[in-house]
C-alpha cells in the first residue's frame, strides 16, 4: 500500500503540543523541525500538515488533509462537512457569554437587544435564537475579552478554561453556550486505504487514552478477602490471584480506573488489602 495518510495539526498554539504528543504516543516517528509545515512519519505511512486550526476544518472537508485535530469549537463553528471521529480528551474549554462584572444578570433574556464580540458568531447565533433572544453580534479574530471596556460590545461571548481572562478583564461568565475538547476529524467518505489507516491510528489512540485512564495495581491481602476486594477490581476480564508465600494471604494484581481511584482504594483497604502498589500503564489493548 503505497497511500499515505494526511494528517493536519495546529502549527502553534493551544492544541500543538498535547496533538504532537498523541501522535508520538501511538508510536508514530517524525521530525517536526522548526518552521517545518509538513514532515513525513518515518515508521508508519502519515504526513503531518502544520496549519492555522481554523484552516483545518476546510482542509479535512476539501480532502486536501485526510484527518485533522482541532477543538470541537472550531470544526462545529466551520459548519464544514466532517466527520467527528473521536474525542482526544484534551484542550478541554468552554464557550461562554461574559459580562461587565458591576451588571447584575437573571438570564438569557437579560442580552436581549445588547451587543456581544465573539470569533464564534454561528455557535453564538445558534444559541441566541434557541432562547429566542436577539443581539446585535461583533466579529471580531481575537483579544474579545477587551471589547466592553473600550465600548464595542456589552458582551464577550469567548473561551473560557481556568476564568482568568475574564476575571482579568473585569467580566465575569454568565451562559456556558458549548464545551469543547480537541477531537479527530475525518473527511467524510474516505477511500478505503486512508480509512483503514485511519482506523490503525484510532485503534492506538484508543490504547493510548485507555492506559492514561488506568493503572496497574498489585496488592496482598488475606485469601478470606479476596471475593470483597475483586468487587472493587473486577480488572479487564478478573484479577490475577496468586498465593503468598504466607498461609492464608495471596497477591492480587489488577487494574483499577483514574475515575474513582481513590474512592476504591479506600473500600479495597477497609476490606484488608495491604502492601498496595500502583504503577503507570504505558499502553492497554481493550
Ligand atoms: N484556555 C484554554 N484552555 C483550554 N483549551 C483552550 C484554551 N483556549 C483555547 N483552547 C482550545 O484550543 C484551541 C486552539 O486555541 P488557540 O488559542 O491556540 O487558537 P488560535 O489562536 O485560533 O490558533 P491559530 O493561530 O492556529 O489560529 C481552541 O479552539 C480551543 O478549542
Ligand atoms: O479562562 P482562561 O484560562 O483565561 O483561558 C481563556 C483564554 O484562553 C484563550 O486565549 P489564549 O491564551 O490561547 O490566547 P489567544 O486568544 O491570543 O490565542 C481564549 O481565547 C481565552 O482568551
Ligand atoms: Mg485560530
Not at 115 to 139: D, F, G, K
Not at 195 to 204: A, H, K, V, Y
Not at 242 to 259: D, R, T, Y
Request: with cysteine.
Amino acid at each position: 500500500m503505497n497511500e499515505v495518510l494526511r494528517i493536519a495539526v495546529q502549527k502553534s498554539g493551544r492544541l500543538s503540543e498535547d496533538s504532537l504528543k498523541l501522535i508520538k504516543e501511538c508510536g508514530i516517528r517524525f521530525d517536526n523541525g522548526a518552521g517545518k509545515l509538513k514532515t513525513a512519519a518515518s515508521n508508519f505511512p502519515a504526513e503531518i500538515l502544520f496549519l492555522r486550526d481554523d484552516d483545518i476544518p476546510g482542509y479535512v472537508e476539501d480532502g486536501v488533509a485526510h484527518i485533522g485535530i482541532v477543538g470541537e469549537n472550531v470544526s462545529v463553528e466551520s459548519n464544514r462537512e466532517v466527520d467527528p471521529v473521536h474525542k482526544l480528551g484534551f484542550s478541554k474549554c468552554r464557550l461562554s457569554i461574559g459580562i461587565p462584572r458591576g451588571i447584575e444578570y437573571s438570564s438569557i433574556k437579560d442580552l436581549d437587544g445588547k451587543s456581544i464580540a465573539t470569533s464564534y458568531p454561528r455557535l453564538l447565533s445558534n444559541y441566541l435564537e434557541m432562547n429566542n433572544v436577539s443581539c446585535q453580534i461583533h466579529e471580531i479574530s481575537g483579544s474579545v475579552e477587551i471589547a466592553p471596556s473600550i465600548g464595542l460590545a456589552d458582551a464577550v461571548c469567548d473561551i473560557v478554561s481556568s476564568g482568568s481572562t475574564l476575571l482579568s478583564n473585569g467580566l465575569k461568565e454568565v451562559e456556558v453556550i458549548f464545551r469543547s475538547e480537541a477531537v479527530m476529524i475525518a473527511g467524510k467518505k474516505l477511500a478505503a486505504p486512508y480509512q483503514e489507516l485511519l482506523d490503525q491510528l484510532l485503534f492506538r489512540i484508543k490504547a493510548v487514552q485507555a492506559a492514561k485512564n488506568n493503572k496497574y495495581i498489585l496488592l496482598n491481602c488475606p485469601t478470606a478477602s479476596v471475593d470483597q476486594i475483586m468487587h472493587f477490581l473486577p480488572g479487564m476480564k478478573a484479577p490475577t490471584v496468586m498465593p503468598l508465600a504466607k498461609e492464608g494471604w495471596c497477591s492480587l494484581h489488577s487494574v483499577i480506573n483514574e475515575n474513582d481511584f481513590w474512592e476504591n482504594i479506600e473500600k479495597i483497604r477497609q476490606a484488608g488489602a495491604e502492601g498496595i502498589l500502583v504503577i503507570p500503564i504505558e499502553k492497554m489493548i481493550l
